[in-house]
C-alpha cells in the first residue's frame, strides 16, 4: 500500500497551473496562499503540487510521481483546467486509486455536479424540486420544442457562472434562438436551458462526510435588480441589472450585478423556510453522495423552492461566501481548514 512504510510524510496542496487570468482561476491561487499560512502558524510547511494538462496525458507517470512524494494526505484545491474542468474528477480518481487521502468530494460527486443536466436527472430521482429544463446540443434540438418564456441558458459543463452573462435569460424564440447559437460556439458540449426562477435565491454552506452540519445560509434579494430591469428594460444589455448570478456579478467588483447582488449572510429566514432549505439541502447532498465541505444553492418561485445547483468544493478563500457563513457561526479560518482537512480520508 502506498501509505505503508512511509520514511517521510509530507502534505500536499494541489493546484492547477496554467496560463489564465480568469478571476475565479487565479483566486484558487490566493486560497492556496491563505490555506499555507494556517499550517505555517502550525509550524508545517505544506509542498505545492502544481497540475499541468500535459500530467493527465500519461497518468501512470502523474500517479509516480505523487507516490515518490509520499505525501500524508493532500489538500485539493485542483478545479480542473479553464478549458478542460473535467480533469478535476479525473485527478480525485487517480488520488482514490492510490489510496491517498485528500480534502473535499470525490470523483463521482464531482463528475456528477459537473454535468448539470446529470445533476437535475439525479435530484429528480430523488424526488427533490427542480426548475423544468432540458439539454441542448444543437439547434435542432430547441427549435421545434414547446417551451414557457422567460427561460434561463447554462453551459452544462462549466462551474464558477463561466458562461453566464446578461443575455442568459430569454423572453421570446429570437432571444432563444440568437443565445444558444451564440453558446454553442464556445461550449459545443452542451447548454442548460431551464425555465427561469424569478424569486430570492438562497445558499446553504454545508460540512461533513456524511452526518452533515449546516454552516448557515445566506439570501440573495433580486428586487432591485427586477425593478431597474422593468425600468430600463431596452437599456443596453452589457450593462443592465439581470435578476440573477452572472460570471460578471460573482467575480467582478466593479460590476453593476456585483454590487445589487451582494448575498445577506445573516438574513431573517421564517423558520419553516429555514428547516426546508435545511432538509433539502442535506437530501440533495445524500443524493449526490457529497462530501466534505459543499454549497447547495436554491431559488424561491411560485412559493415553492428549487435545487439549482450543487457545488462540491466551493471556493474556501478567506472571504468567500462560504467562509463568511461560518464566521456567523463562530468559526475561525483556520478552525474550518482544520475541519476539512480531518475530513479528510480514504474515499
Known sequence: ???????????????????????????????????????LKKGIKPETLFLQQKDFKNTESLKARISDINPLYIVNLFEGFSNF??????????????????????????LNCLDKMRTKNILKKNNLPVAP??????????????????LFIKPCREDGSWGVHNDSVVYDRKELFSVIQKRLRFFPQGLLVEEFLPGKEYSAALIGNSNYKVMGISEIDYSKCHALQKHKR???????????LTYEAKWNHRALNYRLTMPDYTPKINR???????????????ALGCRGYFRVDFREAFGKLFVIDINPNPDINNDSGYLRLAYGKGYT???IIEKIVQLANYH
Open 133 to 150: 429544463g432540458f439539454f441542448v446540443r444543437n439547434m435542432k434540438q430547441v427549435k421545434t420544442r414547446r417551451v414557457n418564456f422567460p
Open 333 to 335: 479560518y483556520a478552525e
Open 234 to 244: 431596452s437599456s443596453c444589455k452589457r450593462h443592465k441589472a439581470v435578476p440573477f
Open 1 to 39: 500500500m502506498i501509505l505503508q512504510h512511509r520514511k517521510k510524510s509530507r502534505i500536499l496542496i494541489a493546484i492547477a497551473k496554467e496560463e489564465n487570468k480568469r478571476t475565479d482561476i487565479t483566486a484558487v491561487s490566493r486560497c492556496k496562499n491563505s490555506i499555507e499560512k494556517v499550517f
Open 272 to 286: 419553516t423556510l429555514r428547516r426546508n432549505i435545511i432538509s433539502l439541502s442535506k437530501k440533495a447532498a445524500k
Open 85 to 110: 474542468p473535467q480533469q478535476e474528477a479525473d485527478f480525485v480518481r487517480l488520488l482514490e486509486d492510490l489510496k491517498i487521502p485528500f480534502t473535499g468530494n470525490g470523483s463521482l460527486t464531482l
